[in-house]
């Protein structure tokens, strides 16, 4: 779920000349390391003419497909200096280069750099060359866009445009060495079709001259893409498909089951950037906003002289030593207790924004698996890493990068993130556009309480240890990454749409993040596009497996082929995978790993004739936890839904073993041996009344039983009042007076987590005071106590000659005793104060006194008639009241010096005395 942080490096460092020296070194520094990019003062246009392309987007001549020149709008609208110029929506300029009819190598690309920004090619009425192909595609790698269009057309049944259709550019797929590709003479005719889908969210279709809805196309060749991302299918509406393949009648779409195909599709390699439509939409713009709007958002890419959507360099490591753990980068990173929510990563703005209820419980991890219910948790905002990362209690928290640092301390109003639940905070600016931020730091921790004033750590530096303030849960590292999308140096105005993930978006399926809207604090906002960030890659492993056998390695994991396992040369593929959990009590030893197997084709091998070995080594992992006889190897086709395989397991070696014949997700499961939680107890030590109520300071005990399983008490977390959630080291002390909430729980080493127990207690360490007057609806003069805690009010009658006592105490056993001469007649009481004792405290004496009542009733009316009331102090008389009911006033004498004074009061005044700290004050009301 706060106030700005401001801009880190205007921060105050101090008036020394020493401190500015200081603050100058660091930041060129930070600038040595991420050196500011500069934006390109022009875009550099050059791509087909008009011999290539019969609509160029320059030096079109009339032909027989276009008499007019179809791209005339567009080139006029890239011309507007309104659009791309120093004061238009872009910056850049367009400068239109000269126009070409054939490619070849360093035509586009010298030296490894482009000499172009973009190269729009458009429609081709011929095949690239293997030659075009290659420098099209160096030409992307070293940071170019690339417009490609299908045309839609083929000579199926005499329709369309002869020899446009999209397989002109499959030779570029090839050289980038995809299998993206236009179908062979597969084309949709005849007519128009519709509208697209809705595009989904790319740096195109979200770009600065506005969001692009569905498009209207008609004739298309579809895009059969694995690797490109499909931004639009098509089409909503009938229409006709015509397979020229097929010697047959073109079909209705509805029945054809094949109608819902890419028609626009966008991929980034490198710097660069590929877009592909299957028609060309870029023609007679100004009939479609969506369309003309398409392609100046690509366009606008270039402006900084590569994808527009160019990632940072990767920066981040991990925030703990997990090589001093023994684990690998890989298994460590992976090693994910919750996830970063990829739907609604809401977590850090509260209640103020919250996820649709067919959301809830569930998580879209970075793999895709969309709304998974067997990994945590939902809206969560970064990464929680904790046992099975090895990431301990107290262990040291790392800065993930260089940068300045800032402390925050737990509080509601926590500028960091708004409120209690982030514990103490330490932020890091890292001097390129992202701030890291770390949760829950233990408290009263020398090392990042020392960030209070910001200052510049290296990456690696101790910034805190790990704690569990702030939120109910395990001791645990909490990590996420913010974006600071509109480089103001604020990253609180920022939240929570500049949260990003690390590990980027690695599915083939749009991200849901970066095309989610929404409104918060009065602005519009769309996520923060994700990236892979950290400076080391997870673990893979490729290599080829023939027919002679083979041995494949990825760091724990070992697979073994035996001869004639395959009769052609296949590809294997190993990558580790993220941890999950079967179900609450089976949970991996580690991490996984995903096999995959092609052919030279690219087709998926699924199963082999022969079975192959798995083996898996879990020495670096304790495996005491779980139930023997539970562990084993599991597979899943999808990596969520899980099937045991049979498996042999050395324990005296640490390695299991299972004998397979398919390629999927693989993992080793153990079941918990211990799934209860530990019992905590609370004990209160203090001076008490009634239950819950306590007259003195309190000490509070925590007493925790780890019930069965004895795995031991890992954590015992408490909190009180409005404070957050801290660790409990041992008995603590509460003194301030009033009701007091303590919640609190314990998890053992098993990370069992106890169900939080709430309990509230009273501390009253106020002794009473008493207030005596006339009750009307009584007709006597009562005793009241004047605190609201008061509990019993007890007559004790002197016996004989002795004297009578009022004894009042309150619920947490303060007590006030009144020592005198209470005599309660009919209609007359006298009440004479000598003596007032508090508790256990001696007796105060007071000096002779008199509060005295008489009363009297109409003869006719039997109600109060008359009420004399009187006060005298040292047989001084120093207050009178006389009360007439039929006129129903008061009237009010008080004694100032030797001279009463008289008023009159409307309705009935009450005389009164109080005590107060041994001292009998007087008044009415």
């Avoid at 015992?716 to 008995?731: A, H, I, R, V």
């Avoid at 709430?758 to 106020?766: A, L, M």
Wanted: contains cysteine.
């Amino acid at each position: 779920m706060p106030s700005p942080l401001g801009d880190l490096s205007s921060l105050v460092w101090g008036k020394s000349l020493k401190s500015l020296i200081l603050t100058i070194f660091c930041s060129v520094f930070i600038l040595f390391l991420f050196p500011v990019q500069t934006q390109a003062s022009t875009i550099r246009v050059s791509g087909f003419n008009s011999s290539r392309n019969p609509a160029p987007l320059t030096g079109f001549t009339p032909n027989s497909h276009f008499e007019d020149d179809p791209s005339a709008d567009l080139r006029n609208t890239l011309l507007n200096q309104a659009n791309f110029g120093t004061n238009g929506i872009v910056s850049c300029s367009v400068e239109l280069k000269p126009f070409i009819s054939t490619i070849s190598a360093g035509s586009l690309v010298e030296n490894g750099q482009k000499k172009f920004e973009m190269f729009f090619a458009g429609l081709s009425n011929s095949d690239l060359t293997d030659e075009e192909g290659d420098e099209l595609a160096a030409f992307i790698r070293a940071g170019g866009i690339v417009y490609i269009s299908g045309g839609g057309y083929s000579d199926y049944q005499g329709l369309g445009l002869p020899g446009l259709n999209g397989s002109r550019f499959n030779p570029l797929f090839s050289s980038l060495g995809i299998s993206d590709r236009f179908p062979e003479e597969e084309v949709v005719d005849f007519y128009f079709c519709g509208s697209s889908s809705v595009p989904v969210g790319t740096p195109v279709t979200t770009g600065p001259f506005g969001a692009v809805d569905p498009l209207g196309h008609g004739t298309f060749n579809p895009i059969n893409t694995l690797t490109l991302q499909s931004v639009a299918t098509g089409f909503n509406e009938l229409c006709f498909i015509g397979m020229s393949l097929e010697n047959s009648m073109p079909t209705l779409s509805e029945n054809s089951g094949d109608y819902n195909r890419t028609i626009l599709a966008e991929g980034k390699f490198n710097e660069g950037y590929l877009s592909v439509s299957g028609e060309p939409f870029y023609v007679y713009t100004e009939y479609d906003e969506n369309r003309r709007n398409y392609f100046l958002n690509l366009f606008a890419l270039a402006c900084s002289g590569g994808s527009g959507d160019q990632p940072p360099a990767p920066f981040l490591d991990l925030p703990w030593d997990y090589r001093a753990k023994g684990l690998s980068f890989s298994e460590a990173a992976l090693a994910i207790g919750s996830y970063f929510d990829h739907e609604y990563p809401f977590l850090d703005v509260g209640s103020a924004l919250s996820e649709p209820d067919e959301a809830k419980d569930s998580v879209t991890s970075f793999r895709g698996d969309f709304r998974n219910r067997n990994i945590r948790y939902s809206d969560h905002d970064g990464y929680d890493w904790l046992g099975p990362a090895k990431v301990n209690n107290g262990d040291p928290v790392l800065a993930a990068a260089s940068g300045v640092a800032q402390f925050f301390k737990a509080d509601k109003n926590n500028p960091a993130c708004g409120s209690l639940a982030c514990g103490n905070v330490v932020v890091i600016d890292h001097g390129n556009g992202y701030q890291t931020r770390y949760y829950h730091l233990q408290d009263n921790d020398p090392i990042s309480q020392s960030f209070t004033t910001p200052r510049y750590v290296n990456q690696g530096e101790v910034i805190g240890k790990v704690g569990s303030t702030g939120r109910l849960s395990a001791p645990h590292i909490h990590f996420s990454v913010i974006q600071d999308k509109n480089g103001n140096g604020n990253f609180n105005d920022d939240r929570p749409d500049g949260l990003t993930d690390p590990f980027g978006w690695q599915s083939k399926e749009p991200d849901p993040w970066p095309t989610y809207t929404f409104t918060y604090k009065g602005i519009q906002r769309t996520g923060s596009k994700s990236y892979y960030l950290w400076t080391k890659a997870i673990e893979s492993l490729s290599g080829e497996l023939t027919s002679n056998a083979g041995f494949f390695r990825l760091g724990r994991f070992g697979l073994s082929f035996p001869e004639r396992s395959t009769s052609e040369p296949l590809t294997v593929d190993m990558q580790y995978s993220p941890t999950t959990a079967i179900s609450e009590s089976f949970e991996v030893v580690g991490s996984g790993f995903y096999l995959n197997v092609i052919d030279a084709s690219g087709n998926p091998i699924n199963t082999f004739p022969k079975n192959f070995t798995l083996t898996i080594d879990f020495n670096d992992f304790d495996v005491n936890n779980f139930k023997t006889d539970s562990i084993s190897i599991y597979s899943s086709s999808d990596g969520v839904s899980w099937v045991k395989e049979d498996t042999q397991v050395d324990f005296e070696n640490k390695v299991a073993t299972a004998v397979l014949n398919h390629a999927s997700y693989f993992a080793l499961f153990g079941e918990k041996k211990d799934m209860t939680p530990p019992t905590t107890t609370i004990q209160f030590s203090g001076s008490e009344g009634q239950s819950g109520w306590f007259r003195s300071n309190v000490q509070v005990t925590l007493n925790v039983d780890d019930n069965e399983g004895n795995a031991g008490v890992y954590y015992t977390g408490y909190k009180l009042d409005d404070s957050y959630f801290k660790e409990y080291k041992g008995p603590f002390i509460v003194s301030d007076e009033g009701e007091h909430r303590l919640e609190f729980y314990s998890v053992d080493s098993y990370e069992n987590v106890e169900d939080v127990k709430v309990i509230t207690f009273n501390i009253d360490k106020t002794l009473p005071e008493a207030k005596i007057k006339f009750s009307p609806g009584k007709l006597d003069t009562e005793v009241l106590g004047i605190d609201e805690n008061i509990s019993d009010v007890i007559f004790e009658k002197g016996k004989e000659s002795a004297r009578d006592t009022f004894i009042l105490k309150d619920k947490a056993g303060n007590i006030l005793k009144l020592v005198g001469k209470f005599k309660l007649a009919e209609k007359t009481d006298l009440f004479s104060v000598e003596e007032v004792r508090y508790g256990e405290n001696g007796a105060i004496s007071l000096g002779k006194n008199l509060f005295m009542t008489h009363y009297n009733f109409g003869q006719k009316s039997q109600s109060l008639e008359r009420l004399s009331q009187s006060w005298s102090d040292d047989n001084d008389a120093l207050l009178k009241i006389i009360y007439d009911g039929e006129k129903d006033e008061s009237q009010v004498f008080r004694k100032d010096g030797e001279i009463w004074d008289r008023d009159i009061v409307q309705g009935m005044a009450l005389l009164y005395i109080k005590t107060n700290n041994g001292k009998l004050e007087f008044g009415y009301e």
